[in-house]
């Protein structure tokens, strides 16, 4: 597409929750930026945004042209709240979620949790507690494994402390809640907590802590679906209708990353230790698995938009969700198939490569 030099780029937005999504390993390797630093398109980062109202869209999707790829729950709650977006492909990356005791409890086996006390994230301020929701489904995933289910336990509310910025007060960042529970198990306040992800792997290797059940070690994908399983690509349906190539053109950027990501399993894994430090590549192999590389490519199929409804009908069962939605109704199948036609035959194209688009197109 040819445009003018004083033509009005079309301005658009990408967001990531950490690294593990094929967005993230875009951003990271520069291919995404590349892709869009054409004149007639302007990528901005969410997170870069000095404006909260900007920012917090990650959540709410009030944004347009804001391209999300991340855990479920808050496209999810945005869609049912009236977010009109669209479901453009679909990653299913396993994670780390397990459910862990102290070394010195009698409690062994997920059986033994009948009668105890559990920790659950709770974010007063927060647009959509995604942590605790998350928190919540492991247990009904981890319980069920023993035939229990949460009306045999006592969910145990722990709050995460505030903190203030420029924006005014907020909840606690994330690790500051995840540490918080940890705390909780540690002063006796609560007999277990679940957690997830590598932070939740290296917990899991604490010799403070044992564990009594890893959920992704369990054979039944849908036994593990949580906020962090499966991930969808969402963008505003308007967006779509008025830029349907720049939409395409994002959906072969993380194809092409996709291909790259299973030629490169070290270099994918180094990619993934998450920003915070203290993670190795083991740590990241042992908590997405050994065939995390092979993770990234965008697909709309039966088993993975099953996945996505799963955790849907999870969040309207338990209270999060304003209404009830079709998850069929939330796809568009075409602007990932006309990016699969588009990279299909190239060869060696450097995934960011718009000069390589440019003529592909």
Not at 67 to 88: C, H, Q, S, Y
Not at 175 to 181: C, G, I, L, S, T
Not at 224 to 243: C, K, M, S
Request: charged share 25%; proline share 6%; with cysteine.
């Amino acid at each position: 597409m040819s445009v003018s030099s004083t033509a009005t780029p079309t301005k658009l937005w990408y967001t990531r929750c950490g690294a593990a999504t094929a967005s993230g390993l875009a951003i990271r390797q520069g291919w995404l930026q590349d892709a869009f630093s054409t004149p007639d398109t302007q990528l901005q980062s969410l997170r870069d945004s000095p404006e909260l109202a900007i920012r917090n869209a990650h959540y709410h999707h009030g944004l347009s042209g804001l391209f999300r790829e991340g855990g479920n729950i808050p496209p999810i709650w945005a869609k049912a709240g009236g977010a009109d977006t669209v479901v453009l492909g679909i990653t299913w990356l396993d994670e780390y979620q397990g459910v862990l005791v102290r070394a010195d409890s009698d409690l062994h086996t997920v059986a033994d949790l009948r009668g105890k006390r559990l920790a659950v994230p709770l974010h007063r301020g927060s647009l959509i507690d995604f942590q605790r929701g998350a928190a919540q489904h492991g247990y009904v995933h981890a319980l069920a494994e023993a035939g229990l289910s949460v009306s045999d336990v006592t969910l145990v509310d722990i709050e995460a402390p505030a903190y203030d910025d420029e924006d005014g007060p907020r909840r606690a960042r994330v690790p500051q809640a995840r540490d918080h529970v940890l705390a909780a198990l540690d002063a006796g306040e609560v007999d277990a907590v679940f957690i997830r992800f590598a932070r939740g792997f290296r917990a899991s290797r604490d010799p403070k802590y044992r564990q009594i059940i890893n959920l992704n070690e369990l054979g039944d994908p849908l036994k593990r679906v949580g906020n962090g399983v499966p991930r969808p690509i969402t963008v505003d349906r308007a967006f779509l209708e008025t830029h349907h190539d720049v939409v395409v053109r994002y959906l072969s950027v993380l194809l092409r990353t996709a291909r790259w990501a299973a030629l490169h399993r070290n270099e994918v894994a180094d990619l993934l230790i998450p920003e915070s430090g203290g993670a190795t590549r083991d740590d990241v192999f042992a908590s997405h698995g050994p065939g995390v590389y092979l993770s990234f490519t965008p697909q709309l199929t039966p088993d993975y938009l099953l996945g996505l409804e799963t955790q849907k009908n999870f969040l309207r069962d338990w209270g999060y969700l304003a209404r009830d939605f079709d998850i069929q109704d939330w796809i568009d199948p075409e602007p990932l198939a006309e990016a699969r036609a588009l990279v299909a035959n190239e060869r060696d194209v450097w995934p960011g490569n718009s000069n390589a688009l440019q003529r592909a197109a």
